[in-house]
């Protein structure tokens, strides 16, 4: 069971998003993930730079004839941050809502 842990590294939108990303797929090319965060090169360098600062993320670079291609990839450590984060969050939702949305406050 996974252990809800807030994780203030991840819960800044781009970065929630771009995990989140990651978390559906083995890899992402950089390209992909730059489109759906409608971010720009150095934007989404930087975020996956701080993630890959922290264990979270992996990057690969290669070429690809004469382009360099990078991708990203989310470690097992990235994988349990995100996890719990989602879970404290959920936790966070839950207290807030009523137990029964039938029983008047």
Do not use: C
């Amino acid at each position: 069971m996974t252990q809800a842990r807030f994780d203030e590294l991840i819960h800044p939108s781009t970065r929630l998003t771009l995990v989140a990303t990651l978390a559906a797929a083995d890899w992402a090319e950089f390209a992909f993930l730059k489109d759906r965060l409608g971010l720009s090169d150095s934007a989404l360098s930087k975020q996956l730079a701080t993630l890959e600062n922290a264990g979270y993320v992996t990057t690969e670079r290669h070429l690809d004839g004469n382009r360099r291609k990078v991708r990203a990839h989310l470690t097992e450590r990235g994988r349990d941050a995100f996890t719990g984060h989602i879970a404290a969050l959920q936790e966070i939702v839950a207290a807030a809502s009523p137990a029964d949305p039938d029983t008047p406050s």
